[in-house]
């Protein structure tokens, strides 16, 4: 059986015009601290489905109020597991939809070599001007901060030296351009594959916060979405856990 040119053309648009069918945008809202790695995940994610993602990236209490007020997000990727659950009681998810996709970790971070120790005692010697944290009233990461302060003895010592960020990735940006000589950062910002990509650092031990536990869900915008519930799928795959596992996450 042959082909005549013209039918070719036909069968080919067809199956070019099915793809495309297939084939949709998802527009994601994700905690700042996952901006590197949702990065590389949706360029994955796009080679291998086809789906385009459309990220914005922020503080989750910021991303609440937004998605209360209507915002177009399909997917919520959040640096807490409270506001996806308030959401979902409220009735702004996707039921069943909601998982941990990561559990985060904090680290003391100066972008000076050598600063930090690696047991945090520049802490307790309070010889810095000042130190950065994420605002912990709309920051999972900035209320770990708190908390370890806390636990420490060394929230009244530090009080006046502290700087806050809107969101984890100004509390970075005050440490990375020297406003700051050290801050709580998210580990995902500053190492890959184990190691910090510049500076000097102190992981803190997960027994001095609450465990910071990150829930992604399906928001009721994106209930009809192929594209919205095959990146939740995708995070839960092989490719995108090894991609959150070298940026510093437990799963």
Same mark, same amino acid.
């Given at each position: ?13 067809? &199956? ?7 084939? #949709?945008?998802?527009? @994601? ?5 996952? !901006? ?12 291998? !489905?086809?789906?385009?993602? @459309? ?6 209490? &910021?991303?609440?109020?937004? @998605? ?6 399909? $997917?919520? +990727? ?37 600063? $930090? ?8 010697? %309070? ?15 900035? +209320? ?22 809107? %969101? ?10 020297? %406003? ?37 869900? @399906? +928001?009721?915008?994106?209930?009809? %979405?192929?594209? #919205?519930? #095959? ?21």
């Amino acid at each position: 059986m042959s082909f005549s040119p013209s039918r070719l053309f036909v069968a080919l648009s067809a &199956g070019l015009l099915a793809c495309a069918a297939q084939a #949709a945008e998802v527009q @994601i809202a994700v905690a700042a601290n996952f !901006t590197a790695p949702i990065k590389e995940i949706a360029a994955d994610f796009e080679k291998d !489905t086809g789906h385009k993602v @459309i990220a914005s990236f922020g503080p989750t209490g &910021g991303f609440y109020t937004q @998605i209360q007020n209507g915002a177009p997000f399909e $997917v919520f +990727l959040s640096a807490d597991d409270t506001t996806p659950e308030k959401l979902e009681k409220e009735g702004a998810t996707v039921p069943g939809s909601r998982f941990t996709y990561a559990i985060g970790k904090l680290v003391l971070w100066s972008a000076k070599p050598g600063y $930090v120790d690696d047991k945090g005692e520049v802490l307790k010697k %309070n010889a810095f001007q000042h130190l950065a944290i994420a605002n912990p009233k709309t920051a999972p990461y900035g +209320l770990a901060a708190t908390q370890v302060l806390a636990k420490l003895g060394l929230s009244e010592a530090v009080k006046p030296k502290l700087v806050e960020g809107a %969101n984890i990735a100004q509390a970075h940006q005050f440490v990375a351009t020297g %406003n700051a000589e050290l801050g709580f950062v998210a580990l995902s910002q500053v190492s890959k594959d184990g190691k910090l990509t510049e500076g000097s650092g102190w992981t803190v031990p997960a027994s001095l916060h609450d465990p910071i536990r990150q829930d992604a869900v @399906i +928001l009721a915008k994106g209930k009809d %979405n192929p594209a #919205a519930k #095959a990146l939740v799928d995708y995070l839960k795959g092989p490719k995108a856990t090894k991609v959150i596992k070298a940026y510093g996450y437990d799963l």
